[in-house]
């Protein structure tokens, strides 16, 4: 199978330690967390993909009115590619497949670290959350395994 992510989703799974909108939210994306670990591959999309699904379906928990497609988020999702596309050295759009293997993980996490592709991050909600858990060299993090992911 594969996973369907949208740009800016890329960067949020590098931080994702089991927080989030909903509990329906955050059990749909400990599932997708655990099948990119699995090696799943992402086929890349343009707006809602499968993390925005429980925020998407009817009488969902969570957001009002869900932000996935606001042009903001939109935003987001295309400077979040270009700036993993420079780290990859590979162009990224919709319809383009990677594997998000632990060696790529590790490559985005020391960018993302380092502010080199925060640039999405600026104006997210979770922004504060993401950089405590970067400051904290990504302990306990699910993509790869909790602690493992800590950076050397």
């Known amino acids: ?35 990119l670990t699995a090696g799943e591959d992402v086929l890349l999309v343009d707006g809602p993909d499968d993390v925005c699904a429980p925020l998407l379906a009817p009488g969902s928990v969570g957001e009002e009115r869900p932000h996935c497609n606001l042009d903001r988020v939109l935003d987001r999702d295309k400077r979040a590619l270009e700036a993993v596309s420079a ?14 293997g632990p060696e790529t993980a590790r490559r985005m996490r020391s960018a993302f670290e380092t502010g080199e592709i925060r640039a999405a991050c600026v104006g997210c909600e979770w922004s504060e959350l993401c950089t ?8 306990a993090t699910l993509l790869h395994g909790g602690s493992e992911n800590a950076q050397p």
């Open 1 to 35: 199978m594969t996973v369907r992510l949208r740009g800016h989703h890329l960067l949020c799974i590098l931080t994702y330690k089991g927080e989030g909108y909903s509990p329906a939210f955050v059990a749909n994306l400990d599932r997708i967390a655990a099948r």
């Open 87 to 100: 780290i990859l050295s590979r162009a990224l759009a919709a319809g383009e497949r990677l594997t998000l």
């Open 132 to 139: 405590s858990i970067a400051d904290a060299r990504f302990a």
